[in-house]
């Protein structure tokens, strides 16, 4: 039996008829197909700024090319050049206003971000009356350096070469006559961009007046367990104790019943697994707990109770409501991980090798090959459950990331080169402590990344704000009906930053720029 299931009114019929499915005849039918999200599921990037239709500002967006940026910007002798694609809106822009730029990371950059209504920089550049950018990341999206991501072509995907480019992007304005020379430029970025916007403010004050840091992870760490621990405070703070105990309880319950021949067979019936679970297997074991774990670790990232199945804490613990057995509490994860595909087509390949097939891909496919590689060189970020957590101990932890290096680009990227990477990081860019002025930081208290930035103010020009009610990048949205008193004072403060950053007078009624 073949069955398709797709996300809208028919979702829960379709779940029961998933449910009622036999594996046994779905294998029969030869289609096999791997896991969503088995990779980088929980990768930084906020979530594509909001649609709005053809409304105004869209057709104020238009794409360009940078054509001539750097390979590399620190070897003199290496001339290389290629063609980074970006993003600009002149349309809210009045003579003596700042710019604006929207740095984009591990993904292909969106335009609606400086679209009307796409976010909150776009309000910001409304009232002061900035022209907007978007610049795209190196190696993501449309821009690509080299027409492949060998592993040696991908030796200048490096946070120190983005902000790089980012310079040189701004010179390239200047010389295109887009911008003056001393023009007030503030920078923007959510997550990963969030560290880059931080670092080119603290790399090249003298042509970058302000940055707001959303959500920035600007600590490298290898082993990042307190991820998952702020997963476990997070269900608990939003969707209470109930919903937690029975995650643990239904993943113990798993774990218990891969032990035995019948327990098996439940597992693969539930999972719609081609092949029963090799246990003997270690990485598809760790493979099996940490796509289990993704739901609510990605719905705890992104938590917006008004967006969605994908984005709310409450909507995955709808499915781990009551006071359930041990059974049921296992049957209800497999539930959640049912719902996280969207749909099924005969049966799903389990094992990491068939699952991290792409990460060896040297086409450009998407995101995962190069943003594990930033990872395995830069960042570590590796999210195991080693720490306070209901997630099983003893399952994708450091090892398992590791894996996922060594097998992508080499028995070079081990975990001595990881760390040497992580510890690179920290030292150049100062990790939680760098000595810069006009950041702002904003993170929320239930995002698992908040505890790799700042939350405290590093000094009276480098303010820091932490909201107790958002998750990921939440306050680079525009302002919504549903947005909590908290959320929009956060908003208020970012712009009282901004004005006093590139004004240096925030008691101004009519503040101007001169470039």
């Known amino acids: 039996m073949q069955v398709l299931c797709a996300v ?63 390979l590399d910007h620190y070897d003199v002798t290496n001339d290389a050049r290629w063609s980074q694609r970006y993003f600009a809106n002149p349309s809210l822009y009045e003579e003596g206003g700042p710019i604006f730029i929207f740095i984009e990371g591990e993904g292909e950059a969106q335009s609606g971000w400086i679209a009307e209504g796409g976010s909150f920089m776009y309000s910001l550049a409304e009232e002061l009356k900035a022209k907007m950018y978007v610049l795209e990341h190196r190696y993501f999206g449309k821009s690509r350096p080299f027409p492949n991501i060998t592993t040696e072509n991908l030796l200048w995907l490096t946070p120190d070469q983005a902000i790089a480019d980012l310079a040189r992007f701004i010179e390239y304005l200047i010389d295109q006559g887009e911008m003056k020379e001393g023009q007030k430029v503030a920078v923007f970025g959510g997550s990963y961009p969030g560290n880059l916007a931080a670092w080119s403010r603290y790399k090249f004050p003298h042509l970058i007046n302000a940055a707001v840091a959303s959500s920035a992870p600007v600590r490298a760490k290898l082993n990042f367990p307190e991820y998952m621990e702020v997963v476990t405070r997070s269900i608990r703070s939003v969707d209470g ?51 289990l774990s993704n739901p609510f670790a990605t719905a705890t990232q992104y938590n917006r109770d008004n967006s969605g199945a994908k984005y709310s804490i409450k909507s995955q613990c709808k499915y781990m409501k009551d006071k359930k057995t041990d059974d049921d509490a296992a049957a209800a994860l497999a539930d959640v991980f049912v719902a996280s ?38 960042f570590g970020y590796y999210q195991t459950p080693d720490g306070d957590t209901i997630f099983p101990k003893g399952y994708f932890g450091l090892d398992y990331f590791l894996q996922q290096c060594t097998d992508a680009f080499g028995e070079n990227f081990a975990e001595k080169l990881n760390q040497k990477g992580v510890t690179r990081t920290n030292v150049v860019y100062g990790a939680l402590k760098p000595d810069v002025e006009h950041v ?23 303010p820091a704000v932490l909201i107790s009610t958002t998750s990921h990048c939440y306050d680079m949205y525009p302002n919504q009906y549903a947005d909590s008193d908290e959320l929009r004072q956060a908003r208020e403060r970012i712009r009282e930053f901004l004005i006093d950053a590139l004004y240096e007078s925030p008691d101004s009624d009519n503040p101007t720029i001169s470039p």
């Open 341 to 378: 595909q969207y749909f099924i087509i005969g049966c799903i390949d389990w094992t990491y090798k068939a699952n991290t097939e792409s990460l060896r891909s040297i086409e450009y496919k998407g995101a995962d090959r190069q943003w594990v590689y930033m990872t395995c060189t830069s």
């Open 241 to 291: 104790d109930e919903c937690a105990d029975n995650v643990q309880r239904g993943l113990e319950r798993l774990r218990k019943l891969a032990m035995t021949t019948d327990g098996l067979k439940q597992i693969q019936k539930w999972f719609y697994m081609c092949d029963p679970l090799d246990t003997s297997n270690k990485l598809d074991m760790d493979m099996f707990f940490n796509i």
């Open 8 to 70: 809208g009114a028919v979702a829960l019929v379709c779940l029961a008829l998933l449910q009622a499915a036999q594996v046994e005849s779905a294998s029969v039918s030869g289609q096999r197909q791997l896991l969503k999200g088995s990779l980088v599921g929980r990768r930084r990037l906020p979530p594509p700024p909001p649609r709005r239709g053809n409304r105004l500002g869209d057709d104020a967006v238009t794409t360009h090319w940078y054509p001539t940026q750097l």
């Open 440 to 462: 702002m930081f904003v993170n929320g208290e239930i995002d698992p990344w908040h505890a790799l930035g700042v939350v405290e103010p590093l000094n009276a020009e480098s």
